[in-house]
């Protein structure tokens, strides 16, 4: 019925959270922002000036995507760094606040995203058995939630992935699009009309769409609808 349904529409990291909250895992979703006054041994963040403010920021993001990206640990921060060619921020303050970033949320019983899919990936967290399996927008997802998708597959009977490569936007949140399109899907079926685009969105959207590296997208054809339900101009 519809309020099953609703209770089986889930994102991963609600999925996740649920699973882990059903363990002996009990700890509070930190963020950047909640470790910021922290880092400073500052009460209130409007004290830090925008300077220290947008090196911390850095940092955060550069260890975000080093540990999704790569994978955890401080090696594997430092991995992504590096290859980053970053000249903005050094080397030793990332090391700093990545080392300060774990003592935080372990003496204030805290974790983030992050390291909820990592919870998640462990062999003590049991995922249910699926009969039907969907995944939606799989163009945006990176390595670390792959990995959880794979957890999934291999409990679930049919699996039906959804996604558009030419509708990838997540790559600056470390989304692998290349994970996608290589995919070793059973069947394929690409849909042949738009039903969101109109003709004028459709053609510049043509024109522009081969910009993208062959390697990055799968070549495609299809038709836009002739209607304009939502009224968009033209």
């Not at 700093?96 to 967290?125: F, P, R, T």
């Not at 394929?188 to 062959?214: C, F, G, Q």
Request: aromatic share 10%; proline share 3%; with cysteine.
């Amino acid at each position: 019925n519809d309020e099953e349904l609703h209770h089986s529409v889930r994102t991963i990291d609600s999925y996740l959270m649920n699973k882990i909250r059903g363990s002996e895992e009990n700890k509070n979703i930190c963020y950047p922002n909640d470790y910021l006054t922290e880092f400073y041994q500052i009460k209130k963040d409007k004290e830090i000036n925008e300077d220290k403010k947008r090196n911390f920021y850095a940092a955060m993001t550069i260890i975000e995507m080093g540990r999704i990206t790569e994978e955890d640990g401080i090696e594997n921060i430092l991995k992504y760094y590096d290859s980053q060619k970053r000249t903005d921020i050094g080397r030793k303050f990332i090391i700093q606040v990545a080392e300060s970033y774990e003592n935080y949320k372990k003496n204030h019983l805290k974790m983030d995203w992050v390291d909820v899919k990592y919870k998640g990936l462990q062999d003590k967290i049991k995922f249910d058995h699926n009969i039907v399996l969907m995944i939606d927008e799989a163009q945006d997802c990176n390595r670390l939630e792959w990995s959880i998708i794979n957890k999934l597959i291999a409990v679930s009977k049919n699996i039906y992935i959804a996604g558009d490569d030419d509708q990838a936007i997540y790559r600056f949140k470390g989304g692998d699009v290349k994970t996608f399109l290589k995919y070793p899907f059973d069947k394929k079926t690409v849909l042949k009309k738009s039903p969101r685009l109109n003709k004028k969105i459709w053609d510049l959207a043509e024109k522009i769409i081969h910009l993208i590296p062959k390697e990055e997208r799968q070549e495609k054809q299809y038709t836009p609808t002739n209607e304009n339900k939502y009224n968009m101009p033209h």
